[in-house]
């Protein structure tokens, strides 16, 4: 895989703080997501390089050793393993035995030839890939049901299965899907981090959803059906005469599907909210007088 400057995929130089870089992958990351360059192979490569350069520098961990390696960062605990334990490379007739190999011009050149030769004792030792993290950007509605979903992570395409009713912030492990493992060491595994916008009508708290209707000030007044789109459908309601501003109602069962337990739902709590009218006729208004004087 080509090297990728990390801090300047998201316009920044290495002094930048935590705040920083989090501000700079938010606005990169909305401005060439997928879903708003449909058929745009330049922007969905970039939005994909500005996944990779945030999994690395928002980590700090990670972000030191990219520091201190540049590309060879993923390999670093790998190297030192092998260098504490006193392991060689046979390079071009020359022999390096411990020492402080980090500061030479050839790294690079040195690291591969590192582990393509033998440990000392004739083994060589096998190393566990590097875990990987990624971001999946989804909806509120998109997490409302178990769907199918692609990522690309280091280049590659994983597709994976969303279960309904995932949570914002919450990790799932994908084993085996990080790094390749080295001497025949198991491969890293994949962390993914489910990111979910905020819906314009809804809000979501543990497995409940709250939204808020408008009612006109007849309906409220007299009385009547009112429909709503919910995630489940279409739900058609009875507003019950002389309903007040900031009325509750719950609808039971109607709110987000409970993680992974099939059938179970939250409640969905409907608020009202009053609409006084406007642009009233003298008409009207007249009649407003006589009711406010019976």
């Known amino acids: 895989m080509a090297f990728i400057d990390y801090y300047q995929i998201l316009g920044l130089d290495k002094g930048a703080s935590p705040e920083d870089i989090k501000k700079a992958y938010r606005k990169l990351a909305r401005q060439y ?29 990670k972000r ?5 390696y540049g590309e060879n960062w993923r390999h670093a605990d790998e190297f030192e393993q092998a260098r504490q334990s006193g392991q060689y490379a046979n390079r071009g007739g020359e022999q390096w035995y411990g020492g402080d190999p980090f500061s030479s011009p050839d790294f690079s050149d040195f690291y591969e030839s590192f582990f393509g030769e033998r440990p000392r004792g004739g083994r060589q030792t ?19 049901q178990t769907h199918q979903h692609t990522l690309t992570v280091n280049g590659k395409n994983i597709r994976i299965t969303v279960p309904a009713g995932i949570a914002d912030g919450q990790v799932i492990k994908l084993k085996g899907q990080g790094g390749p493992g080295a001497n025949g060491g198991p491969n890293g595994d994949l962390y993914i981090t489910f990111v979910m916008a905020e819906d314009p009508t809804l809000k979501r708290l543990n497995d409940d959803l709250y939204m808020t209707v408008e009612l006109d000030l007849y309906t409220a007044v007299l009385g009547g059906d009112i429909t709503l789109d919910t995630l489940s459908g279409k739900v058609k309601l009875k507003v019950s005469p002389e309903t007040q501003n900031g009325t509750k109602v719950r609808l039971k069962g109607k709110g987000f599907p409970v993680y992974k337990q099939d059938g179970k739902f939250g409640d969905l709590y409907i608020t009202y909210s009053v609409k006084i009218p406007t642009g009233l006729s003298e008409k009207q208004k007249e009649l407003f007088r006589e009711l406010s004087q019976l």
């Open 64 to 68: 030191k050793k990219y520091d201190q």
């Open 33 to 61: 997501h997928p879903d708003l360059n449909p058929n745009d192979q330049e922007a969905n490569t970039r939005f994909q390089q500005i996944n990779e350069a945030n999994e690395v520098l928002s980590d700090p961990e």
């Open 126 to 144: 096998p190393f566990r890939g590097q875990d990987y993290t990624a971001e999946l950007h989804i909806s509120l509605r998109e997490a409302y």
